[in-house]
């Protein structure tokens, strides 16, 4: 590390602007942070990789003020089938409710949501996006980063190689924090030495992305994600919007790539499908896909996400989804930490909680790709036995056809910013469902947009508020901190005067300041408290990413409280104010945070 002074032009460093790197510039800009984005090609690869996203994601799309705009081109709420051989469907995964306030599955076309995520960018100008930079290397120390960059022409994704001339000129640039969101072969990663481990399937697919011709709407026949559990040929054919569609074959055999991707044998394989003369190729690619992780996410205060931190398989669609959840899991903790709110030590909780969760996920695409690709016939047969019994039993057939086998939004013990859960039943360290709400001016509303992106307390049936003294409220106040009361539909106070001991004149009862009360249209949120042991009077503390520290009754928040501030590595009075920059870490700042109960 080199000796440097503290003089950054901008806070964070986001490299890559893929769906990760994009989506945390979103998130970053809209806290107010000086965000530089480098992204090397001078223009979007322009063809699909990503083809789904779940309701988890488009919560999180929701929380960077993007979630309708990416919506609307996206094909919501399709069935997930598993189809035989002769057509007939062994089974489909179906769910109507909205635990996250978003259907369970949205199918999209990548380059329409890059685009849009990109050109709503302009919402801040203090987001500086620059195309065709390429990072050279980087210097870090105990302050900060020195990044070194220049013009490039890009690689076209790795259609071309890159330049080998020297470049002309060569730019500095000073930041606080970089966060590598450059792909599966990250140049950060390499330059910090930090390997991937896992394992790499050879079994190669072609991937054939096609889209109807002016005129034609030829795929009606196809309105779902199918996946075809053919021994003879597993297929994977996924609707896309605006006459996009995609295949995806097994290469079977010793069939070579050169075989694979002949115009007759993609011709042939289609025509299983559709008519080929209505549609135009826009690619034709054979691939082989990884199970990998890094080794490590952090080095000082370099950090890595999506595709440089992880490589996840296709086939439970949870690539781009799991860089989605780095993004919303590191952007809070990077504003705390840049604007003095919490200890730059908090920036290890990233990947204590990230990494579990994303190695179930590429778990879970694993068995998933063993599923529907079983090249044995007899092996197939008892699969699919067994798949009919499953669906057949009631509880059973319910955990799969509602894809509740899907990795849970919940932290590991032990692993997360949190107090530690007593119980299966606790909801420390697990996301909190999002429902419909009412608020008192009668309208409706998605929770999220009433929490907001800072801390919360919800009170159930109360004032959060209660038996909190003024220094912890001063705390919570400099932290941006939503008080919240949460009320069943139609049980809201209506009183008009306020309880008054015996003989006391009577006073109106009057809502207290900064009090939002709100009632949960379908009772989810409050169910879920409840399974906890939650009563009235029972207080949640809420992270920014709508995790929850803590669930205490009104005697044991203000413990509740203190244990935040310590895991903060602040205290009231002490931490910074909201809006403030964050200086070098005072002498032994990196070990003050820790996780509570760790």
């Known amino acids: 590390m080199s000796a440097t002074t503290n003089n950054t ?43 789904y996203t779940d309701d988890e994601c488009m919560r999180i799309f929701q929380g960077a ?53 990109e050109d709503l960018l302009v919402r801040y100008p203090n987001v500086t996006k620059r195309r065709a930079r390429e990072l050279l290397s980087f210097a870090q120390d105990e302050s900060g980063v020195t990044l070194s960059h220049a013009a490039s022409r ?18 500095e640039t000073r930041v606080s924090w970089l966060v590598a969101c450059d ?41 779902y994600f199918n996946f075809y559990c053919d021994p003879k040929q597993p297929t994977v054919s996924c609707p896309q919007p605006n ?21 007759a044998n993609i011709r042939r394989l289609l025509s299983r499908h559709v008519d080929p003369d209505k549609f135009e190729i826009l690619r034709a690619l054979v691939y082989t896909f990884n199970a990998l992780v890094a080794e490590r996410w952090r080095d000082g205060r370099v950090l890595l996400a999506g595709d440089a931190a992880h490589m996840t398989p296709q086939f439970m669609g949870q690539g781009m989804s799991s860089g989605l959840r780095d993004a919303y899991n590191l952007a809070w903790k990077l504003d705390a930490v840049v604007k003095g709110d919490a200890g730059i030590g908090l920036i290890d909780s990233y990947e204590l909680e990230r990494s579990p969760h994303a190695k179930e996920m590429i778990d879970a695409s694993v068995r998933m790709k063993q599923f529907v690709s079983m090249p044995n016939p007899w092996k197939a047969k008892l699969r699919n036995g067994a798949m009919r019994a499953a669906l057949a039993t009631p509880k059973l057939g319910r955990w799969i056809s509602e894809a509740r086998f899907r990795p849970q939004p919940t932290y590991h013990q032990g692993r997360y910013l949190g107090v530690p859960r007593k119980s299966r039943s606790s909801v420390e360290g697990r996301l909190i469902p999002q429902p419909m709400v009412r608020t008192f001016d009668g309208r409706r509303h998605l929770l ?79 169910r879920w408290f409840r399974s906890a042991g939650a009563r009235d009077g029972h207080v949640a503390i809420m992270r920014p990413d709508k995790f929850v520290y803590a669930l205490a009754p009104a005697a044991g928040v203000k413990d509740a409280v203190a244990t935040l501030f310590e895991a903060l590595g602040a205290t009231p009075g002490r931490q910074g104010s909201h809006a403030a920059r964050s200086a070098a870490p005072a002498p032994g700042e990196e070990t003050r945070w820790r996780l509570v109960g760790s």
């Open 9 to 51: 032009e901008y806070d964070v460093a986001v490299i890559g602007l893929g769906p990760t790197g994009l989506t945390l510039c979103h998130f970053l800009g809209r806290r107010g942070l000086r965000v530089l984005a480098l992204e090397r090609e001078p223009e979007f690869y322009g063809l699909a990789r990503a083809v």
């Open 65 to 117: 003020g993007v979630g309708d705009e990416l919506a609307a081109d996206m094909i919501q709420d399709s069935p997930v089938q598993w189809v035989l051989e002769d057509g007939s469907v062994l089974g489909q995964l179906i769910r109507l409710d909205r635990p996250n306030g978003w259907p369970m599955s949205s199918f999209l076309y990548q380059p329409y949501l890059e685009n849009k995520l």
């Open 154 to 171: 890009g690689v076209r994704y790795g259609q071309i190689e890159a330049a080998k001339a020297k470049p002309e000129k060569v730019e």
């Open 183 to 223: 792909g599966g072969r990250s140049s950060v990663r390499t330059q910090l030495g930090i390997k991937m481990v896992g394992r790499s399937f050879p079994e190669p697919w072609l991937v054939v992305d096609i889209k109807e011709k002016p005129g034609e709407h030829c795929l009606r026949h196809m309105p």
């Open 243 to 263: 006459g996009h569609h995609r295949f995806e074959f097994q290469v079977m055999g010793d069939t070579t790539r050169e075989q694979m991707e002949d115009p």
């Open 448 to 526: 999220d947009e009433i929490i907001g992106e800072n801390f919360a307390l919800i009170g159930l049936s109360s004032d959060p508020r209660t038996g909190l003294d003024a220094a912890t409220l001063a705390g919570l106040d400099r932290l941006g901190t939503t008080y919240i009361a949460l009320y069943p539909f139609a049980r809201r106070p209506q009183e008009a005067y306020a309880t008054s001991p015996k003989g006391s004149p009577r006073v109106l009862r009057e809502c207290p300041e900064k009090l939002i009360e709100m009632e949960d249209f379908t009772g989810t949120a409050l």
